[in-house]
């Protein structure tokens, strides 16, 4: 077994030992609007978010289809832990792969345990080109986790007539967290806004949004859209099989008329499972054969 399959199999042994915790996690993260703290604790002692670090950061980066598989078993056990890992290694990974060098030994320190880095790379900010760097203002939604992050990444847009798209990663003291997170579906996301008000960002801690990774090997040659390309879907995959399992296992107790066969001895349930079950193999497997070629 290679070195990412042995960190494959250690998180998946894990996930299963945590189980009851992380499902815990997601009933009261549909009550808090955000992940526990102590949960978010444990998912740091597992190294959990550090999957797509490079690993001369201190990051156990795994191949791209061990990190499907990884993401899809925190998904199946719950939805809310999932999310969180699924943002806290695109965010971590892209500081991690394309901050300059100094810029990187300062997010990630030698010595010092590993920062999470959450936010959104949209650009929905402006930055004044200032001695050194820039001053960054704006407000970005959608942040998912940012009330947990050490680290913020923000897209923005430099002032001026070339107006680059630009990524900013600040300190999350420097930020306001808006508590506004009151939705219906993904309420334990934690997905707050934050807002940066004339910060001076060092030029060392952004980066172009189309430039190349400054380190992290094969996985990181690839355009940003490609790095984040193996994260929604095997999440999305691992909350169908729960879905249908869970159903399967429902079917047994329920009955379309009182007196009646349950729904798990009517020929048409065990058709349309079928069905479903092979839309979401067909579904998993096409994105693997994509992840597979890029």
């Known amino acids: ?92 990974g892209t500081a991690g792969g394309w901050l300059p060098h100094a810029g990187a030994r300062w997010v990630f320190v030698p010595g010092r345990p590993l920062p999470l ?21 704006g407000q970005w939604s959608f942040a998912s986790g940012c009330g947990h992050a050490d680290w913020l990444i923000g897209g923005f847009r430099s002032a001026g007539p070339d107006g680059r798209l630009m990524v900013a990663i600040v300190p999350r003291e420097h930020a306001t967290v808006i508590d506004n997170w009151r ?9 707050f806004d934050f807002r940066l008000e004339e910060v001076f960002v060092p030029a060392d801690l952004t980066f172009e949004r189309a430039a190349s990774a400054c380190r992290g090997g094969a996985l990181f040659n690839v ?8 994260e929604l879907p095997p999440l999305m995959t691992g909350m169908a099989r729960r879905a249908l399992d869970e159903m399967s296992g429902l079917a047994g ?42």
């Open 117 to 137: 880095v959450m936010g959104t790379p949209g650009p929905r900010g402006t930055g004044r080109p200032a001695a050194g760097g820039y001053v960054v203002s």
């Open 183 to 191: 939705v219906a579906g993904l309420r334990g996301s934690g997905s």
């Open 1 to 92: 077994m290679d070195g990412s399959g042995a960190v494959k199999a250690g998180l998946l042994a894990a996930i299963g030992t945590h189980r009851q915790e992380f499902e815990a996690a997601g009933i009261r993260a549909e009550a808090e609007r955000n992940l526990p703290s102590g949960t978010m604790a444990t998912l740091r002692e597992l190294g959990a978010f550090w999957l797509k670090t490079p690993a001369e950061l201190g990051g156990t980066p795994l191949d791209p289809l061990d990190f499907c598989d990884v993401l899809e078993e925190f998904a199946y056990t719950d939805g809310a832990t999932a999310w969180a890992v699924m943002v806290g290694n695109g965010g971590t």
């Open 223 to 230: 355009e940003a859209h490609v790095f984040l390309s193996n």
């Open 253 to 294: 107790q329920a009955a379309r008329v009182p007196g009646g066969p349950s729904l798990a001895d009517r020929p048409a349930f065990h058709a349309e499972l079928g069905r479903a079950q092979t839309r979401l193999r067909a579904a998993r497997a096409a994105h693997r054969e994509a992840v597979m070629a890029t």
